[in-house]
T-cell receptor, first 111, second 115 residues
Framework: GEDVEQSLFLSVREGDSSVINCTYT??????LYWYKQEPGAGLQLLTY?????DMKQDQRLTVLLNKKDKHLSLRIADTQTGDSAIYFC???????????FGTGTKLQVIP | DAGVIQSPRHEVTEMGQEVTLRCKPI?????LFWYRQTMMRGLELLIY????????DSGMPEDRFSAKMPNASFSTLKIQPSEPRDSAVYFC?????????????FGPGTRLTVT
């Protein structure tokens, strides 16, 4: 079955790096995603990684994928107060376009 | 593009009333998803459509919930009768199939309060 887990809360100081972790159970995942949800808004795609990749970098964002351990992480460099939000990990396991979302990690950035 | 459009943005209704939530997906997208978000249960997939056909409705809580997609540019989620435990934020999302990454684009949500 599909199950995606994340820690609920992370607090960092402005300027530090943030690392948000995610574990998933379905080894047949094809795409893994990171979404950001700001207060009062819908989820917005930040980045994604295909399952045959180990790492993807996009400006301040670095995604690391460890398929053996079914572990995905999102690193945000030089974290800013505007990065405060809930971050969702998600996996697509094939079959149409259904995606399973994690529980979300609330990132708090302290000025 | 205007993105995914949902209406109304806020809905307050009394228990027992019928509630209809509306969604217009991004033009050209062929899949549409309805989610519910609460503090207790997080983000739950209720139902999704592919090419206007319901594919998986296993997340629909009970018979009080129904969803339709009469054409590629419109979908509704109906709750009849509504109950206080249905209070949540309901999101619609759409995506484009094919050979892409299938990312979903979310609407701003409808905040439903049932008193």
């Amino acid at each position: 079955g599909e199950d995606v887990e994340q820690s609920l809360f992370l607090s960092v100081r402005e300027g530090d790096s943030s690392v948000i972790n995610c574990t998933y159970t379905d080894s047949s995942s094809t795409y893994l995603y990171w979404y950001k949800q700001e207060p009062g808004a819908g989820l917005q795609l930040l980045t994604y990684i295909f399952s045959n990749m180990d790492m993807k970098q996009d400006q301040r964002l670095t995604v690391l994928l460890n398929k053996k351990d079914k572990h995905l992480s999102l690193r945000i460099a030089d974290t800013q107060t505007g990065d405060s939000a809930i971050y969702f990990c998600a996996e697509r396991t094939g079959g149409y376009q259904k995606v399973t979302f994690g529980t979300g990690t609330k990132l708090q950035v302290i000025p | 593009d205007a993105g995914v459009i949902q209406s109304p943005r806020h809905e307050v209704t009394e228990m027992g009333q019928e509630v209809t939530l509306r969604c217009k997906p991004i033009s050209g997208h062929n899949s549409l998803f309805w989610y519910r978000q609460t503090m207790m249960r997080g983000l739950e997939l209720l139902i999704y459509f592919n090419n206007n056909v319901p594919i998986d409705d296993s997340g629909m809580p009970e018979d009080r919930f129904s969803a339709k997609m009469p054409n590629a540019s419109f979908s509704t989620l109906k709750i009849q009768p509504s109950e206080p435990r249905d209070s949540a934020v309901y999101f619609c999302a759409s995506s484009l199939g094919g050979t892409g990454s299938y990312e979903q684009y979310f609407g701003p949500g409808t905040r439903l309060t049932v008193t």
